[in-house]
């Protein structure tokens, strides 16, 4: 059983830096994780995937101000977010699915019914 922890979010000015960081527990170092982004109204939108070798994909709306990284001793991911834009509100989930590796990620409508989410925390960037 996995069970993932995100916090760090926050209010921010637009211009700001945030980490976002992801505690797993149970069986996650061998497994891909992955941060998510949901909007009300909207579908929840990949961000960056991480393997457990440290191998990254980066959506391409994110990937000159979004960082994502793991410590596998610590059994945590990171999101760093950079340059943050009021349109980058939203709740930050994590997430591990049981078959996508990481290069998987983003090619396929995020289900959050599949695979194991977290509660999520919320960003918030004013202008």
């Known amino acids: 059983q996995v069970q993932l922890q995100e916090s760090g979010g926050g209010l921010v000015q637009a211009g700001g830096s945030l980490r976002l960081s992801c505690v797993a527990s149970g069986s996650t170092s061998a497994k891909a994780i992955a941060w998510y982004r949901q909007t009300p109204g909207k579908e929840r939108e990949f961000l960056a995937a991480?393997?457990?070798?440290?191998?990254?994909n980066h959506a391409p709306s994110v990937e000159d101000r979004f960082t994502i990284s793991r410590d596998n001793r610590k059994n945590t991911a990171y999101l760093q977010m950079d340059n943050l834009k009021p349109e980058d509100t939203g709740v930050y989930y994590c997430?591990?699915?049981?078959?996508?590796?990481?290069?998987?990620?983003?090619?396929?409508?995020?289900?959050?019914?599949?695979?194991?989410w977290g509660q999520g925390t919320q960003v918030t960037v004013s202008s």
């Open positions: 997430n591990v699915h049981p078959r996508l590796r990481y290069s998987d990620h983003g090619l396929v409508k995020a289900d959050p019914t599949i695979g194991y």
């Open positions: 991480i393997s457990s070798g440290g191998s990254t």
